[in-house]
């Protein structure tokens, strides 16, 4: 199951996230955005955001 990834509306714009993401799938804005379909769940932007406002969002399998 893929991780997924949302930035909050309390982000600040700082471009950290944006400058760490290896598949440069952060895009400038207010709040900044994840592409969900190039980004690959690495959490890495996460982990540099100062500001802890990207959350992992948990996804349910609809049927096991
Ligand atoms: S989880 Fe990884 S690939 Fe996805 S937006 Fe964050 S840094 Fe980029
Ligand atoms: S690092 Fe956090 S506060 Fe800075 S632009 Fe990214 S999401 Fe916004």
Redesign the pocket.
Known sequence: MRKRYI??K?????????TICPKHC?S?GQ??TIKQSQCIGCGL?VS???????KLIKQEDAKA
């Open positions: 930035i909050t309390e982000c600040v714009g700082c471009g950290a996230c944006k952060i400038k709040p900044y932007c540099r955001c100062w500001r802890n406002v990207i």
